[in-house]
């Protein structure tokens, strides 16, 4: 893992309107440059930071996916959530100034480095980023709170096909297909996050090709019925 120089132009970044707030203006432009000013390459199966690092940065997702996790008392993985291209790493390690889970590239990956303490000083000079981080800090949240609901009353089905739509629907967001993704995260590491095990992922999968709604080609999945998927999840839309 190496730390660049090069320069990150956030003002010439096609994802500047994924992770950065819109309505800056040049001279705040300027100023947002200076503060993130390198990159950090992360190789497939390496940590970006580790449970009880020091907290100093949040990190910009620039290319790849990342999961997640913590490491239970009996010694597990839990895998805590997935991010990718345009989101931010790192929110964990606000509250004690020491990150509370892992950050492991599940490919070769690229973030862009923020230093908090230059963030927190410019979010005091120009309330729009202050407002971004906000929203960033309670989008958060809201995630969470739908893994509760996830875990707490969903069926393996309702839990697998939220899942899917969460991760199209974010994919498409950033450019890509409605319909076609690459899982980048194993069957194994989706049962850990959903609270399933890696037989009733298994099984969950090939009834949702069974009865057509999806096509699995090992990491490859075509969603070839979006709304089968939305119905099983919420069969309430039906009526």
């Known amino acids: 893992m190496d730390v660049h120089s090069i320069k990150v132009a956030c003002s010439s970044c096609n994802l500047r309107e994924l992770c950065l707030p ?26 970006l930071f580790n449970t009880g690092d020091p907290f100093t940065s949040l990190y910009a997702v620039r290319s ?13 993985d839990q ?19 020491h990150h509370s889970c892992d950050a492991v590239a599940l490919e070769d990956a690229e973030v862009c480095v923020m230093p908090f303490d230059q963030v927190e000083q410019l979010s005091r000079e120009f309330t729009t980023l202050q407002h971004h981080v906000h929203k960033i800090m309670s989008r958060e949240i809201v995630r969470d709170h739908s893994v509760m609901l996830l875990l707490g009353s969903m069926r393996a089905e309702e839990r697998l096909a ?3 739509l ?3 629907q974010r994919l498409h967001a950033r450019g890509f297909s409605q319909s076609e ?10 049962g850990s996050y959903l609270g399933m095990k890696l037989e009733t992922v298994s099984r969950t999968f090939s009834k949702f090709v069974d009865d057509d709604i999806i096509d699995v080609k090992q990491r490859y999945v075509h969603i070839k019925n979006t709304e089968a998927l939305k119905l099983i999840v919420n069969p309430q839309s039906c009526r």
């Open 22 to 47: 819109m309505g800056l203006n040049p001279d705040e432009m300027v100023k947002l440059d200076t503060v993130i000013s390198t990159r950090r390459r992360v190789k497939r199966g390496s940590a």
């Open 166 to 168: 969460n991760l199209v």
């Open 64 to 76: 790849g996916f990342f999961k997640t996790c913590v490491t239970t008392a009996d010694g597990r």
């Open 79 to 97: 895998v805590t959530g997935f991010q990718m291209t345009g989101e931010i790493i790192g929110l964990d390690g606000i509250v004690s100034d």
């Open 162 to 164: 939220a899942f899917l």
């Open 181 to 190: 993704l690459i899982l980048r995260m194993t069957r194994e590491e989706i």
